[in-house]
């Protein structure tokens, strides 16, 4: 690793933060934690996170952005059945 790249730690706080809007989009797109779409959806909420957005107000209308601009839809395979796991 290269010493003159300083990456912050995410803090837990952050970690609640970002989990809870993610939590909270895949219950508004109704899609399983273990989908393709989710794995979409985390990254791009660490992305925003790392440009600085860190905020859950910010991140939320951020990522409903960015999920219209990509579009991250809901179909049956996504969708979230109670008992199962990743």
């Known amino acids: ?11 837990p706080y952050d970690l609640d933060v970002m989990d809870s809007v993610f939590r909270a989009e895949l219950r508004k797109r109704k899609l399983s934690r273990c989908s393709e779409e989710a794995e979409q959806l985390a990254a791009k909420l660490i992305s925003l996170y790392q440009a600085g957005r860190r905020d859950a107000y910010e991140l939320a209308a951020a990522v409903a952005v960015a999920a219209k601009a990509t579009d991250i839809s809901v179909d049956s395979s996504s969708q979230h059945k109670s008992g ?3």
């Open 84 to 86: 199962t796991s990743c």
């Open 1 to 11: 690793m290269r010493s003159d790249i300083h990456v912050n730690p995410i803090s």
